[in-house]
């Protein structure tokens, strides 16, 4: 007997009914798990649209409320000037403490100024750059040797010049000329009625000259803004002032004078103050005798000054005297005063070393290193100190950190330190070197 399958045309045997079941049976399986698959890729598709589409409480498919995110624009603008400033402080200060975000050159030869030098050529730091004076010419020049700037002076003379971070002033002595920069522009040129005996400069380009006049006053300091616009005029007496210290935006002035009216030669510090009534603007601060200054720096209402053997501080309200160091000039190798600080290099007779030590002004030591041997010069900033050898630069910074030693050919005659510390330039005949941290 023949069936016919309900979905086929072709009639079957009875004897392969059985057959035929179990195959229905396969299929069916077969189609419960494609049936499954489908329900799974289905919930798969749904979980990807839950984010936008959901269920109500009657099984309806609606749009699900968007989720709006509030971006803080300070926020941002806050964490990208918080990143711009840690990359600004590592690149500028970095080096300091021996931190570098670019490789640097420790060849010389990479980085070199070559020029014609003479014997009456002067050299500094300018606006953070190397400055040099030779024939007739100030240029400066960056770290990495470029040729910055350049001015060249109508007249041919031997000049005096001074520098306070961004302003430079220039003089010719024999005839009273000066000249005023900032930064790369002449904004000053000025001829005093006298002959300059010496000048002074302070971070906002006022100036303090100390000239005569023929057949008149022969020791006057006469204080100009940097229009050259006079402030006011002081008459001293004949004798030399050392070195002078402009305060208060001009308005006042410390000065350390030589004394010589006595048998006891020695200095005498005053102080300018035209804020006061006109019989009270000079006053003395106080005598020092059988005593030289070298350089003496003011902080406040306290002066610090390096003597011949001794640092000592000096209140200028009263003229109260501290000394803060003494020193055997047979065993003190090198000091100097800096902002904050004095450092200075002493021979340990003990040990038959050296000791570099940088102090506090309040009396705290900053950093104390022995060094084997003592070197050629040193040359102290107010970060840095180099210490050059007769092949070699060894340089510490203030904190006493080791920042390594340089290869030299031999000692040059003259080091400037410039780029806020970071570069010192050797000077030798017709050629510069110039180090970068």
């Given at each position: 007997m023949k069936k016919k399958?309900?979905?086929?045309?072709?009639?079957?045997?009875?004897?392969?009914?059985?057959?035929?079941?179990?195959?229905?049976?396969?299929?069916?399986?077969?189609?419960?798990?494609?049936?499954?698959?489908?329900?799974?890729?289905?919930?798969?598709?749904?979980?990807?649209?839950?984010?936008?589409f959901e269920r109500n409480a009657n099984g309806q498919i609606i749009e699900r409320t968007k989720i709006r995110y509030n971006i803080n624009i300070k926020a941002i603008v806050t964490i990208i000037i918080i990143i711009v400033i840690v990359c600004w402080s590592l690149y500028s200060f970095g080096p300091i403490f021996g931190i570098h975000m670019t490789s640097i050159s420790e060849n010389i030869e990479d980085n070199k100024i070559e020029l014609v030098t003479k014997e009456n050529d002067i050299y500094g730091e300018f606006n953070d750059e190397l400055f040099v004076y030779s024939n007739n010419t100030i240029s400066t020049y960056d770290e990495n040797s470029n040729l910055t700037w350049s001015y060249t002076f109508s007249d041919s003379f031997s000049p005096n010049i001074y520098v306070?971070?961004?302003?430079?002033?220039?003089?010719?002595?024999?005839?009273?000329?000066?000249?005023?920069?900032?930064?790369?522009?002449?904004?000053?040129?000025?001829?005093?009625?006298?002959?300059?005996?010496?000048?002074?400069?302070?971070?906002a380009g006022n100036i303090a000259v100390e000239y005569s006049v023929e057949n008149g006053y022969n020791n006057i300091i006469g204080v100009y803004?940097?229009?050259?616009?006079?402030?006011?005029?002081?008459?001293?007496?004949?004798?030399?002032?050392?070195?002078?210290?402009?305060?208060?935006?001009?308005?006042?002035?410390?000065?350390?004078?030589?004394?010589?009216?006595?048998?006891?030669?020695?200095?005498?510090?005053?102080?300018?103050?035209?804020n006061k009534k006109e019989d009270e603007q000079l006053t003395d601060i106080v005598s020092l005798d059988n005593n030289f200054v070298y350089d003496?720096?003011?902080?406040?209402?306290?002066?610090?000054?390096?003597?011949?053997?001794?640092?000592?501080?000096?209140?200028?309200?009263?003229?109260?005297?501290?000394?803060?160091?003494?020193?055997d000039s047979t065993q003190m190798i090198f000091v100097a005063l800096n902002d904050n600080y004095y450092t200075f290099l002493e021979r340990d007779i003990s040990n038959n070393t050296y000791i570099s030590e940088n102090i506090g002004y309040?009396?705290?030591?900053?950093?104390?290193?022995?060094?084997?041997?003592?070197?050629k010069d040193m040359?102290?900033?107010?970060?840095?100190?180099?210490?050059?050898?007769?092949?070699?630069?060894?340089?510490?910074?203030?904190?006493?950190?080791?920042?390594?030693?340089?290869?030299?050919?031999?000692?040059?005659?003259?080091?400037?330190?410039?780029?806020?510390?970071?570069?010192?330039?050797?000077?030798?005949?017709?050629?510069?070197?110039i180090l970068n941290l």
């Amino acid at each position: 007997m023949k069936k016919k399958n309900k979905n086929s045309s072709v009639f079957l045997d009875e004897e392969k009914k059985d057959t035929l079941d179990l195959s229905i049976d396969d299929d069916l399986e077969q189609g419960v798990d494609i049936v499954n698959r489908n329900r799974e890729e289905l919930d798969n598709q749904r979980n990807k649209r839950i984010g936008k589409f959901e269920r109500n409480a009657n099984g309806q498919i609606i749009e699900r409320t968007k989720i709006r995110y509030n971006i803080n624009i300070k926020a941002i603008v806050t964490i990208i000037i918080i990143i711009v400033i840690v990359c600004w402080s590592l690149y500028s200060f970095g080096p300091i403490f021996g931190i570098h975000m670019t490789s640097i050159s420790e060849n010389i030869e990479d980085n070199k100024i070559e020029l014609v030098t003479k014997e009456n050529d002067i050299y500094g730091e300018f606006n953070d750059e190397l400055f040099v004076y030779s024939n007739n010419t100030i240029s400066t020049y960056d770290e990495n040797s470029n040729l910055t700037w350049s001015y060249t002076f109508s007249d041919s003379f031997s000049p005096n010049i001074y520098v306070e971070e961004r302003y430079m002033l220039v003089t010719n002595n024999s005839t009273g000329m000066m000249y005023l920069f900032e930064g790369r522009n002449e904004i000053l040129n000025k001829k005093l009625d006298g002959a300059i005996k010496n000048a002074f400069l302070d971070s906002a380009g006022n100036i303090a000259v100390e000239y005569s006049v023929e057949n008149g006053y022969n020791n006057i300091i006469g204080v100009y803004n940097k229009a050259g616009k006079s402030l006011y005029d002081a008459y001293l007496s004949q004798e030399n002032i050392i070195s002078l210290k402009l305060l208060d935006n001009g308005r006042k002035m410390v000065f350390c004078e030589a004394v010589t009216d006595s048998s006891n030669i020695g200095i005498k510090f005053r102080k300018i103050d035209i804020n006061k009534k006109e019989d009270e603007q000079l006053t003395d601060i106080v005598s020092l005798d059988n005593n030289f200054v070298y350089d003496f720096i003011v902080e406040g209402k306290t002066i610090y000054a390096l003597l011949d053997d001794s640092i000592i501080s000096i209140d200028i309200d009263n003229g109260n005297i501290n000394i803060l160091k003494e020193f055997d000039s047979t065993q003190m190798i090198f000091v100097a005063l800096n902002d904050n600080y004095y450092t200075f290099l002493e021979r340990d007779i003990s040990n038959n070393t050296y000791i570099s030590e940088n102090i506090g002004y309040s009396g705290n030591k900053i950093s104390s290193t022995t060094i084997d041997s003592v070197p050629k010069d040193m040359i102290s900033s107010d970060w840095i100190n180099y210490y050059v050898y007769q092949d070699y630069v060894y340089i510490l910074n203030k904190w006493g950190v080791d920042l390594g030693k340089r290869e030299i050919n031999f000692t040059p005659k003259k080091c400037v330190v410039f780029n806020n510390n970071k570069s010192l330039a050797l000077i030798y005949t017709n050629k510069i070197y110039i180090l970068n941290l």
